[in-house]
């Protein structure tokens, strides 16, 4: 997955960003408010996370 500008917000009741594979972060605005459940994450992937510029910001709940 690759976010590259522009503006993302993410309301989530599960993983909040699901990648299965590398997830990419170049720049632009990032939002992710969730998830509520026990087992899911704000950030999910399955290889290796480069998050370079921009503004990134995560928050869920534990369970």
């Known amino acids: 997955m690759r976010i590259a500008g522009g503006t993302?917000?993410?309301d989530a009741m599960?993983?909040?960003?699901?990648?299965?594979g590398?997830?990419?972060?170049?720049g632009?605005?990032?939002?992710?408010?969730?998830?509520v459940s026990d087992g899911n994450?704000?950030?999910d992937?399955?290889?290796e996370a480069y998050i370079s510029g921009g503004v990134f910001a995560a928050a869920g709940s534990g369970g």
Do not use: M
Request: hydrophobic content about 30%; overall charge negative; aromatic content about 18%.
């Open 28 to 35: 632009g605005y990032t939002y992710i408010s969730g998830p």
């Open 41 to 43: 994450g704000a950030l």
């Open 8 to 10: 993302v917000y993410v």
């Open 14 to 20: 599960a993983d909040g960003i699901d990648s299965n």
């Open 22 to 26: 590398h997830l990419y972060v170049e």
């Open 45 to 47: 992937y399955n290889g």
